[in-house]
């Protein structure tokens, strides 16, 4: 046994500098069915036949050559998608596709490169720092006794500690160990400097934010709770949504980072969303088929995650001019669009094009409070004090 697995391990360290060639199978019997075959596929069962026991440098010039052979298919794609609106699609859809990028998969490299750019940008605007809610230090009191067996000299050093944890690693939190919650801010003491939640409900005005930045939970969950209005119900889910509300201010970092990981699942809900409202406007055309709304849907996204990127690039060199080019192109490719692919009248391919615009603007703000709330609800509060 040990014999056949010196000899597989050395077979392997061969197949580094030497092997089969290409690994063409041409005029050798298909390893699937046995018959003969002539071209790179199997005549008969369509197997691709080709060995990959060869060379690994073989391998990988193999892989390198199949991205960059998709160069030719690119520059045929893009410039007319960008410039001339539908004419891919219309080509696309009357069976001229071997010449262009596949629209799905035109569509996973266009958003791949939109959310790229958008949270580079983000990064160099400061729009996903990890801060908290007062950008500042925040002191944060640890109600505790040393545990049994501890003495209070290696609590303060393990408190010391962490404390150099926390500078080191840049979040901005003062720890501060205090053996009871009397003269902690915001604890309901009599010093003056708590609150007492019965008498901020009965107020007319409560603070947001108490004065180390955090949110004033106690005094707003307090005119919750002391409603007359409200069902217990709707106090609960109301309860609910402010202790996430403030979670995702308080820490803001895990929020974008949330937020960053959903954006694009949730942009792939724009597809059918673009498809059903094509659908909408075309309803009762015999020659047009929900497979024509399909690859409508998803050049037009393409088209604009690329001019949201080439948009962020003229961002970052300070061209905010280029802002108009986004409220304007939008509305001149869809009309342009739909008038090269369905071929439709003027007068009908601008009401659908506003009918078009105006729901997907409103489907927009819908998937952007849902990825807020998706992104808040997804919020550890960070122990210690800072929710």
Not at 184 to 192: I, M, Q, T, Y
Request: aromatic share 12%; net charge negative.
């Amino acid at each position: 046994m040990s014999g056949e697995l010196e000899a597989g391990a050395l077979g392997s360290v061969g197949g580094l500098s030497k092997g089969a060639g290409d690994g063409d199978m041409s005029g050798d019997p298909c390893r699937n069915c046995g018959t003969v075959v002539t071209g790179r596929f199997c005549g008969n069962c369509g197997q691709l036949a080709q060995t990959f026991h060869r060379p690994i440098w073989s391998l990988a010039s193999e892989v390198l050559g199949d991205f960059l052979s998709l160069d030719g298919r690119v520059m045929r794609t893009l410039p007319s998608l960008m410039l001339r609106p539908g004419r891919v699609t219309r080509e696309y859809l009357t069976g001229k596709r071997q010449r262009f990028v596949p629209p799905f998969r035109l569509y996973l490299l266009t958003s791949f490169i939109y959310f790229l750019m958008l949270f580079a940008y983000g990064d160099s605007q400061g729009w996903f720092d990890i801060r908290y809610a007062n950008q500042g230090s925040v002191p944060v009191t640890v109600d505790t006794e040393p545990p049994e067996g501890v003495t209070q000299e290696d609590m303060d050093a393990a408190m010391d500690q962490a404390q150099q944890a926390l500078d080191d690693a840049g979040v901005p939190v003062d720890l501060e160990v205090v053996g009871n919650l009397e003269g902690v801010p915001g604890a309901g003491d009599d010093s003056g400097e708590g609150f007492d939640p019965g008498n901020l409900a009965n107020s007319e005005h409560t603070e947001l934010f108490r004065d180390d930045g955090r949110v004033n939970r106690d005094g707003i969950l307090g005119q919750v709770r002391d409603s007359d209005t409200l069902s217990d119900d709707a106090k609960g889910f109301l309860e609910m949504v402010i202790g996430h509300a403030a979670d995702a201010y308080e820490n803001q970092g895990m929020f974008f980072a949330s937020v960053q990981n959903w954006a694009p699942r949730i942009a792939l809900a724009l597809t059918p969303a673009m498809i059903l409202l094509l659908t909408i406007v075309y309803p009762f055309s015999k020659r047009i088929y929900i497979y024509d709304h399909v690859i409508v849907s998803l050049h037009f996204q393409s088209w604009y995650y690329i001019l949201l990127s080439v948009a962020f690039l003229f961002f970052w060199v300070g061209l905010d001019w280029f802002v108009f080019v986004l409220f304007i192109a939008p509305p001149i490719y869809i009309y342009r669009m739909l008038r090269e692919v369905y071929s439709s009248g003027r007068v009908l391919s601008l009401l659908r094009t506003g009918f078009i615009l105006f729901s997907l603007t409103l489907m927009l703000q819908i998937f952007f409070v849902i990825l807020i709330i998706v992104g808040a609800f997804e919020v550890t509060p960070v122990v210690g004090g800072l929710s």
